[in-house]
T-cell receptor, first 112, second 114 residues
Framework: GQNIDQPTEMTATEGAIVQINCTYQTSGFNGLFWYQQHAGEAPTFLSY????GLEEKGRFSSFLSRSKGYSYLLLKELQMKDSASYLC?????????????FGDGTTLTVKP | DTGVSQNPRHKITKRGQNVTFRCDPISEHNRLYWYRQTLGQGPEFLTYFQNEAQLEKSRLLSDRFSAERPKGSFSTLEIQRTEQGDSAMYLCASTPSLGGEGYTFGSGTRLTVV
């Protein structure tokens, strides 16, 4: 089966750096995505990794190690508006459908 | 383009009734997905269309659920004989390809079955 694990909750301070980890065990791998979801809203796409290494996008970076089945999302210079749920998703199918399996999300609370 | 549009935003229905939701994807996106999300969980895959063809449907989806995408544009998701367990947020997403763009999600339809 497909299994994606991420911490349920994290708390960090405004201006700090936080790392949200994700481990996965899936029958296939065709890319890993991170999404941000504010309460009551739909997820929005943050980042994509398909090769090992770090992808940087402004204050957000995402890292992937395919051999370890591991990714992290790094958020720098935290702002209050970064308080949200962060979803790790693996595009795991080999049928070219492009569907993803999502983790249950990590709820990040940024405190002043 | 105004992104992915879903209607209605909220739906309250009595158990046993049928409901239908609509999704209008980004016009140039040929791939359309339906997901379902309950509180505290990540989105769960329901079904996928490439243009007008429904190419995959989750095994978790009972035969009370059906989806269409006539003419490869908007899509509808119908739930027949709703049950309380169907209460969830139903999310539609589209993407142009299997590249690194990720999904663009609509705002979702929140279904409450009473």
């Amino acid at each position: 089966g497909q299994n994606i694990d991420q911490p349920t909750e994290m708390t960090a301070t405004e201006g700090a750096i936080v790392q949200i980890n994700c481990t996965y065990q899936t029958s296939g791998f065709n890319g890993l995505f991170w999404y941000q979801q504010h309460a009551g809203e739909a997820p929005t796409f943050l980042s994509y990794n398909v090769l090992d290494g770090l992808e940087e996008k402004g204050r957000f970076s995402s890292f992937l190690s395919r051999s370890k089945g591991y990714s992290y999302l790094l958020l720098k210079e935290l702002q209050m508006k970064d308080s949200a749920s962060y979803l790790c998703a693996v595009r795991d199918d080999n049928t070219n459908a492009g569907k993803s399996t999502f983790g249950d999300g990590t709820t990040l609370t940024v405190k002043p | 383009d105004t992104g992915v549009s879903q209607n209605p935003r909220h739906k309250i229905t009595k158990r046993g009734q049928n409901v239908t939701f609509r999704c209008d994807p980004i016009s140039e996106h040929n791939r359309l997905y339906w997901y379902r999300q309950t509180l505290g969980q990540g989105p769960e895959f329901l079904t996928y269309f490439q243009n007008e063809a429904q190419l995959e449907k989750s095994r978790l989806l009972s035969d009370r659920f059906s989806a269409e995408r006539p003419k490869g544009s908007f899509s509808t998701l119908e739930i027949q004989r709703t049950e309380q367990g169907d209460s969830a947020m139903y999310l539609c997403a589209s993407t142009p390809s299997l590249g690194g763009e990720g999904y663009t999600f609509g705002s979702g339809t929140r279904l409450t079955v009473v």
